[in-house]
């Protein structure tokens, strides 16, 4: 089954603009896939291969002279010392496109390319399959909540179930995990962590005690959806703040989990200020904590956390898979009144909640009074998205948002 990536588009963007394309995302999200079936014809190497990465790191310039560009190289942060080299080439040539780089440690990479490749490189991050992917939908456009863009996906609107959409949350949105439904799920995640564990985290944090970090891993899986504790998570894990600081920080940069930003504004008072966790994929998180079908999962009491992480998953990648920065935030005052999202766009904050029920009502926006406070910025349209089929008037300019429309 061949999977159409709606990031296609902004990756040939950035071939036209920039010397390099440097696609970063998690192991197994699709990278080398997708630059395989973009460009078919061009030269590979994979510094996965200890042989071929000992020759790029021990003589880079050797090494590029015979591999000349149009290049593609996979695994690209296991040779740092390189990245000089494909400046030079870069500034020589300057040619558009004749690098893309893949690489799963976000944190290595990202150091170098802005080391060495500042404003020659187009920069991109990969997600999983997003739900649009799956059903084979062409829309690209990255999600907001007004009338004229929800009338646009009226056109492409798909009926499916709740129990369907429990089956993706917990199968998860890896691409070979999507395609070869005979693959079994506790083997494939059992197997992802792993190799996650054994090429990435040792490599990144020296790690001695492997069994630790997966169980760190584990307790962040447990919390999706939810306000971040660092203290706590210390504690449940027996390490020290900073060291749950730093793992922390290597979940993110190698894209296992998203941190959802507090919104501050100097006319609210009192606001939480600590960001929410969410893990980017729902599969990985339920295989951590145990979640077995999705039956369980989509009755137990974490399922309206796995719900908002997929839905918060799923509006990100409509943002990343058409190459925009996203600018999301949530709100939370002490007295406990929420708003689960905003999209910040053009001066213009856009308030969602997201209920795993088919029914809401007016009173589940009831966080919304708060923008009535913020100075200095527009307040636009939001609703609530939900498992309705049908995208129906709420209240004021807001709406209930199948998930087909995100």
């Known amino acids: 089954m061949f999977i159409e990536r709606h990031i296609k588009k902004a990756v040939s963007e950035r071939a036209r603009e920039k010397g390099a394309v440097v696609l970063t995302g998690a192991r197994q999200v699709g990278k080398t896939t997708l630059i395989n079936t973009m460009m078919p014809n061009i030269a590979q190497a994979t510094f996965d291969d200890i042989a071929v990465r000992r020759s790029a790191i021990e003589e880079p310039a050797a090494f590029l002279q015979l591999n000349p560009p149009p290049l593609f190289i996979d695994e690209v942060q296991y040779a740092p010392n390189i990245f000089p080299y494909i400046k030079i080439a870069l500034d020589k040539s300057k040619h558009k496109g004749d690098f893309f780089l893949t690489g799963s440690q976000s944190y290595e990479l990202m150091h170098n390319v802005s080391e060495s490749l500042a404003g020659r ?23 907001l909540p007004t009338l004229d863009y929800l009338i646009s996906r009226k056109d492409a609107k798909q ?86 600081k730093r793992w922390l920080s290597i979940l993110k940069t190698s894209g296992i989990v998203y941190l959802l930003k507090p919104y501050t504004n100097n006319t609210i008072k009192r606001t939480v200020k600590t960001p929410k966790l969410y893990f980017l994929d729902t599969g990985l998180a339920a295989y951590l904590t145990r979640w077995l079908t999705p039956e369980t999962l989509s009755e137990g009491a974490a399922s309206g956390h796995f719900f908002e992480s997929f839905i918060v998953a799923e509006i990100l990648k409509s943002y990343t898979n058409a190459g925009k920065e996203e600018d999301f935030y949530y709100l939370r005052d002490s007295n406990g009144n929420e708003i689960d999202l905003l999209i910040f766009h053009n001066n213009t904050l856009f308030p969602l909640e997201i209920k795993q029920r088919s029914t809401p009502t007016s009173k589940d926006i009831k966080g919304f009074d708060m923008l009535s406070k913020i100075k200095g910025v527009n307040i636009g349209e939001g609703g609530i998205i939900c498992l309705s089929q049908e995208l129906l008037p709420l209240k004021d300019n807001h709406r209930i948002i199948p998930i087909w429309a995100i």
Request: charged share 20%; hydrophobic share 45%.
């Open 121 to 143: 490189a187009g920069i991109l991050q990969l997600l999983g399959l997003s739900f649009r992917e799956m059903k084979n939908d062409t829309w690209n456009e990255p999600f």
């Open 159 to 244: 009926n499916f179930s709740a129990k369907e959409t429990w089956d993706i949350i917990h199968r998860g949105s890896l691409p070979e995990l999507f395609v070869q439904r005979t693959f079994d799920w506790r083997n494939f995640y059992a197997d992802y962590v792993k190799t996650y564990i054994e090429r990435d985290i040792r490599a990144l944090a020296q790690i001695a005690d492997e069994m630790q970090f997966l169980k760190f891993m584990t307790v962040c899986a447990a919390l999706t959806g939810q306000m971040l504790n660092l203290a706590s998570i210390a504690r449940n894990v027996g390490i020290s703040e900073p060291t749950a």
